[in-house]
């Protein structure tokens, strides 16, 4: 069974400041791994996805990840915060050939204070 | 750029009434994924369509069915309904054959069970 961990319920980061979002993954074979950032009352939306390739993955809004197959991590990554920034983000793993679904971890509410 | 639609927005019923989610996914993409998200939790895989054929199933309930029409909208059918079936549902669409493996979520219908 696949499974993502993201052990850290909220993070708290001063505008100006970089910010991390940690997520850990379990499974059997390649992982596909994707974050996705939730607004109030909104649907998901894509950030950016890790597949093959530079461990080191840029996505909209300034955002990067860092896949990292040794201690199968897959953190968020930003240099500087924005106020706007403020969600709750998730990180998901699929693995191919298998199901196509997204599963997902628990999500990590970021605030970021002026 | 085209979006996942979804209708109808907000729905709410009582117990042991009947609803239909709609889902509408971009153009040209052909596999269409639903998510259940309760209250504070991570979206739950339920079921998945491409070019209109359930190609994989989740922790769907038997009171729940759904399907892919010939233009890929897709509707999933919630009988019975139960208190606990509150919660906020995704409809999300990808490429099946592509690869971009990314899949884009619609902006979700809150049911509410009375």
Known sequence: AQSVAQPEDQVNVAEGNPLTVKCTYSVSGNPYLFWYVQYPNRGLQF???YITGDNL???SYGFEAEFN???TSFHLKKPSALVSDSALYFCAVRVPPGRRALTFGSGTRLQVQP | AAGVIQ???HLIKEKRETATLK???IPRHDTVYWYQQGPGQDPQFLI????KMQSDKGSIPDRFSAQ????YHSELNMSSLELGDSALYFCASSEGQ???YEQYFGPGTRLTVT
């Open chain 1, 47 to 49: 950030l950016l996805k």
């Open chain 2, 48 to 51: 998945s369509f491409y070019e």
């Open chain 1, 57 to 59: 993955v840029k996505g």
């Open chain 2, 98 to 100: 592509g690869t971009t």
């Open chain 1, 69 to 71: 197959k040794s201690q």
């Open chain 2, 23 to 25: 889902c509408y996914p």
């Open chain 2, 68 to 71: 892919q029409f010939s233009d």
């Open chain 2, 7 to 9: 209708s109808p927005r």
